[in-house]
């Protein structure tokens, strides 16, 4: 639960996304992401994700594709109008949509992969069985506990956001928050190690 509130990418993703469409997005994104763990955790137990770490130009790819992908939300995010509400209807876009959102925003972050390659195996004992159903239970325990966590995230920032919904003013200072906000994260996954 803890290294699920440590802020990083997809907590502030939820968080945002949640206070300018609603604690019901929020909630989508958050499916979205665990459904991305998914992915890294099956890659760890089958390690791929052990060759990426190896690969310089698949991280260097994956982190441009990453950065991109950040780049490209916080376009939408600067250009949105205020008047679209953070009601529970997602004017702005479909429950698939956003499912589909959050499922990118992990699977394009490298650092999941790594995180989960360096973090998972240490608590895998071979000599309780198979080691990629070890892994793979590890990995659903930390979904949960991601579920958990950016759900409540997402809750508590959708209530925020509605306390706004009636302010124009407000909204466009969150359209444009989250902009920087992701623009930042683009920027830092780029620079950084």
């Known amino acids: 639960m803890l290294l699920a509130l440590v802020p990083g990418p997809d907590n502030v993703f939820v968080l945002l996304h949640a206070a300018v469409h609603g604690a019901r997005a929020g909630l989508w994104v958050v499916l979205g992401l665990c459904s991305g763990l998914l992915l890294h955790t099956g890659a760890v ?18 982190k441009g594709l990453g950065a991109a992908y950040l780049l490209w939300l916080a376009w939408l995010s600067w250009r949105a109008p205020a008047g679209m509400g953070t009601g529970e209807s997602m004017p702005a876009m479909g429950v698939r949509q956003t499912y589909l959102r959050g499922v990118l925003m992990n699977i394009s972050n490298p650092k999941v992969a790594l995180f989960f390659l360096a973090f998972l195996p240490q608590f895998v004992q071979p000599s309780s069985g198979p080691v990629a159903m070890q892994i793979l239970l590890l990995g659903g325990v930390f979904m949960l506990a991601t579920l958990l966590t950016f759900g409540a995230i997402a809750l508590l920032a959708g209530r925020f956001g509605q306390l706004l919904q009636d302010s124009p003013k407000a ?19 780029v620079l950084g190690s």
């Open 171 to 189: 909204q466009m200072g969150l359209n444009r928050l989250a902009s920087v906000v992701f623009a930042g994260l683009a920027f830092r996954l």
């Open 45 to 62: 137990a089958l390690g791929l994700a052990a060759l990426l770490a190896a690969s310089s130009a698949a991280l260097t790819v994956l």
